[in-house]
């Protein structure tokens, strides 16, 4: 009897991974292969286009050799991407534009600017569940029509990363909703493209593939794409979807009421809900399986732990001795408050906040104040959890993933901080798990992604609150809003000072 498999193609930032993966999460093959970013001037990156298929088709080719004759075993292929890189085509399928905008593209600041001074932040809300900022591609297609409207008038399509890997691979352009979501084009309500928002950025409808979703087989591999990957033609191709979703979904995080927390440099917070929570300091991402996840980014997360051991131990200590060290403090860290902005806030009205401790006293040591930075990520976080929570309840759950996953400490600090278990998925490449429920869900081998999910995904350890600790966090945590609040009102003093000392440099 032959073993199924599924091909996985994630267009990453930093490389194109491909993974052929069996229907209990095991990944017999793996490739990848690296790209770099353009950057033009300050504040641009871009990548080619024609890079990722480069990546693509090198890596599955990879990927299918190291499997001989099990090659013949994959029944689907289901791609995930880097969300909000935005690629033009002209009516012959070329790239009209050789580089794509990226996610982390800022050139559109003006344009969100001026679309925030002329329409304000309700009115987008209510439509697309998003408030302004510069990664969203309406405001990409926006700031390509003022600066650049001869390569849009070439322009028949607009499509994500994704897309254009899924183009190359069948001929077929879509859209899926995950994407759309985060395009600041779509009406959240009802999953169609927003005629309102796109008479506000100007965009002509014709641009914007139509509207598919993730599960749906978009194509199969033509002749061409199989002599370019080693694939044979004829394999199904699903719609597929952004990577940040399908991560989610590959970590177990596609039902209401559990949470995700994905801390690295920065902490991206998750609570997967019915609908989205409309809120100034949030957005929300449709996910595969038609429910949202709400989430916000904290941008010193792992970065604050960081800084921390460069500003005070002159990066001495390695990240387990500054742990070792902040689990000689008590929980609460003897009444001391950090508080993590160190880089401001993504969104919201205190995006120039500032970090700061409070609390200080001659009795406090340097085990307090490592400690306290562990425990001021926590506290912002529970903040922005409170804030996504429609029904004022904590999450059932937790899911955490990349390396603040990595401490116990900074676990045990968090469930005890947000009063949620915390777990672990054991699979590490939860957008590869993510995309394989995917594709065997579209294959038949699954009656839902849900199912998917909890056929593929496993937990390694699962970390309980900690009552006295919870206890301690509760009592604070009005505190810590408070001193955040009051604070707020001498960001803008802070930067009238900073301005003064430039122009004094």
Request: with cysteine.
């Amino acid at each position: 009897m032959t073993r199924p498999l599924f091909l996985v193609i994630d267009v990453g930032t930093g490389s194109v991974r491909s993974a052929a993966v069996d229907k209990k999460g095991t990944i017999v093959a793996f490739a990848n292969r690296e790209h770099d970013q353009h950057v033009p001037r300050y504040g641009w990156c871009e990548q080619r286009p024609d890079d990722w298929w480069q990546g693509a088709s090198e890596s599955v080719r990879k990927v299918v050799e190291s499997l001989g004759k099990d090659a013949a075993n994959i029944e689907c292929i289901a791609c995930c991407g880097q969300m909000h890189g935005t690629v033009f085509i002209d009516s012959d399928g070329d790239v009209v534009r050789e580089f794509a905008p990226l996610w982390n593209d800022k050139r559109t600041i003006p344009q969100v600017k001026a679309y925030q001074a002329q329409f304000g932040i309700d009115g987008c809300l209510k439509e697309t569940g998003n408030p302004p900022t510069p990664a969203w591609p309406g405001f990409k297609l926006q700031w390509l029509a003022q600066h650049e409207p001869e390569l849009l008038e070439r322009s028949v399509r607009v499509m994500m990363p994704k897309d254009y890997i899924n183009f190359r691979l069948t001929g077929e352009i879509a859209f899926d909703v995950t994407e759309a979501s985060l395009s600041f084009m779509m009406n959240a309500d009802l999953h169609r493209w927003s005629q309102t928002m796109l008479k506000q950025l100007g965009i002509d409808e014709s641009l914007l593939p139509s509207l598919r979703n993730p599960l749906e087989i978009l194509g199969a591999v033509s002749e061409r794409a199989a002599r370019e990957t080693g694939l044979r033609s004829g394999i199904p191709v699903a719609v597929g979807g952004g990577d940040f979703p399908l991560t989610l979904l590959g970590s177990g995080a596609c039902s209401p009421g559990i949470g995700s927390d994905v801390t690295g440099t920065s902490s991206i917070i998750t609570l997967i809900q019915k609908q989205p929570v409309k809120h100034s300091e949030l957005s929300n991402v449709m996910t595969p399986e038609g429910n949202w996840g709400a989430f916000t980014l904290l941008d010193a997360g792992g970065d604050a732990v960081r800084w921390a051991r460069r500003a005070m131990n002159e990066n001495s200590l390695s990240y387990a001795e500054a742990t070792e060290k902040a689990a000689l403090s008590p929980a609460g860290s003897r009444n001391l408050f950090f508080l993590p902005y160190l880089t401001g806030e993504r969104l919201g009205d205190t995006r120039n906040s500032r970090a700061m401790f409070f609390g200080l006293n001659s009795g406090h040591s340097l085990e307090d104040l490592h400690r306290s930075v562990l425990e001021g990520v926590a506290f912002a976080v529970r903040r922005h959890i409170k804030q996504m929570s429609n029904t004022g309840q904590p999450p059932e759950q937790i899911i955490a993933a990349s390396g603040g996953a990595k401490s116990r400490l900074w676990l045990e600090i968090k469930a005890s901080m947000y009063g949620t278990p915390i777990v672990v998925p054991a699979e590490p490449e939860c957008g590869v798990i993510g995309c394989t429920a995917l594709a065997a869900t579209a294959s038949g081998h699954f009656n839902s992604l849900e199912e998917a999910a909890r056929s593929l995904v496993s937990f390694t350890q699962e970390v309980q609150p900690n009552p006295a600790w919870q206890e301690t966090y509760d009592r604070m945590f009005p505190l810590f809003l408070k001193i955040k609040e009051t604070n707020s009102q001498l960001y803008g003093d802070l930067d009238l000072l900073d301005s003064v000392s430039s122009e004094k440099v």
